[in-house]
């Protein structure tokens, strides 16, 4: 128990790494801009936030109770990654019928101002 402040600092550190070295990527490599702190930033976070107890939990009950809880926190790890994924493909799918639907009204405002002119 003494141990989960320096994985928690070492967690942290990895994550705040990662993402500037992503942030460096994206701004200096593919010549885009792009926020330290977006969407994609916040989901990290959330991943490394919910992965630490998940992780803590997997060596409290491994030295515990033996190999036999790497199934049962395998299986909840599964099920979490599945309704992750599925909450990912929802959002993602909500960003682009938001942008079809700025498109499909842009379309039908030129279109109505064509025929109004006739």
Known sequence: ?????PILIYTLASFWINQIVIYFITIYLYKREMKLIN???KWD???????YPIGISLYLMLETKG???IIYITIY???LMIILNS?????NMNKYLKKAMKI??????KNGRRESNR
């Open 67 to 69: 190999y036999i809880t």
């Open 104 to 109: 499909s009204r842009k379309t039908v405002s």
């Open 87 to 91: 909450l990912s493909s929802a959002l």
């Open 45 to 51: 976070l959330f991943i490394y936030l919910l992965m």
């Open 1 to 5: 128990m003494n141990n989960l402040i």
């Open 77 to 79: 790890y599964i099920i």
């Open 39 to 41: 969407r994609e930033f």
